[in-house]
């Protein structure tokens, strides 16, 4: 199908078919895989889940006929009854790629964080290349872990192309120790539906719940710029056609994880609040990498 697809060049088919046979190697893959090919860091990650496989996520999206304010969240039990369902979108988070980003992404989803969240419209700035994107998972800074009582963050972790998985600076960073500079991510955001994990401006180890993906008018541009500064973490395998329509305000109604993902999700270790407030924090052990061309704004 994929064949005769190229051959009358039916591109949004063409897509769709990749998509669709990425999926399905990706789940031969796993099945492959006789061992966990990446080793974590030894501290600062100890009250992390990981995700040690990949999950299926599913969000259903509805969108809001009267305008609704984007500062405070909107719980599912109030969503107004004239709000109408766009479709479903799944996304797999995929540990291979980045066990942490992952598996908080996996963690939050579980937990009905994302449950009830709009959309937001961002503006971001990045290598000098800008343009808006559209945010979910926004709440406040992000998510408060209430076993540690503070917000919960995640360094950057990016694979790059020789399969070496680097954590703490990402693939441009300035501060050492900096990889050499033809590494580029295997895993690149100029693809249409990979998913990243979106960080505060210059503070690549402060992300916490918000992610994004770039449309088709926008990977080609930002993408290339975004590529090292960002951790992708999955991909978009169903409703495209749902996510490439989406716009501000509208809101995540309901969030299912598949079983095989929850069994391959592992919780981090539950330490007391004391315990956690004596550790190094993130931006201490894996620094931070500011970047003055770096903007992110709400319009």
């Known amino acids: 199908m994929l064949i005769s697809d190229v051959e009358t060049r039916n591109e949004e088919l063409i897509e769709e078919r990749i998509r669709h046979c990425l999926l399905l190697l990706s789940e031969v893959g796993e099945l492959l895989n006789t061992s966990f090919p990446w080793t974590l860091p030894s501290t600062g990650i100890s009250t992390l889940p990981r995700l040690y496989g990949r999950a299926r996520v599913t969000f259903s999206i509805t969108r809001p006929l009267t305008n609704l304010p984007l500062s405070t969240p909107i719980l599912s039990s109030i969503i107004p009854p004239n709000s109408k369902p766009l479709g479903n979108i799944t996304i797999i988070a995929d540990g291979f790629t980045a066990p942490l980003t992952a598996g908080n992404f996996v963690d939050l989803a579980n937990r009905g964080f994302y449950t009830g969240l709009p959309i937001r419209d961002r503006y971001k700035r990045c290598e000098g290349v800008g343009g808006n994107v559209l945010m979910m998972g926004s709440f406040n800074d992000g998510f408060n872990?209430?076993?540690t009582a503070k917000l919960r963050t995640v360094p950057i972790e990016i694979v790059d192309e020789n399969r070496k998985i680097w954590y703490g600076t990402g693939l441009r960073s300035p501060q050492p120790p900096?990889?050499?500079p033809c590494q580029i991510p295997l895993v690149s955001l100029q693809?249409?539906?990979?998913?990243?994990?979106?960080?505060?401006?210059g503070r690549k180890n402060l992300?916490?719940?918000e992610f994004f993906f770039l449309p088709p008018s926008t990977?080609?541009?930002l993408g290339p710029a975004m590529d090292g500064n960002y951790a992708p973490f999955g991909y978009i395998v169903e409703g495209w056609d749902t996510a490439i329509t989406l716009r501000a305000g509208d809101v995540i109604e309901q969030t299912t994880v598949d079983d095989w993902g929850l069994a391959n999700l592992v919780q981090g270790k539950q330490i007391a609040f004391k315990e956690f407030s004596l550790s190094?924090?993130?931006?201490?052990?894996?620094g931070?990498?500011?970047a003055s061309d770096d903007a992110d704004t709400t319009p």
């Open 219 to 221: 990977s080609p541009t």
């Open 288 to 290: 931070d990498s500011p």
């Open 207 to 209: 992300g916490s719940s």
């Open 145 to 147: 872990d209430p076993f």
């Open 191 to 201: 693809s249409p539906g990979v998913v990243a994990m979106n960080h505060p401006v």
């Open 178 to 180: 900096q990889p050499p």
């Open 280 to 286: 190094s924090p993130l931006e201490v052990l894996f």
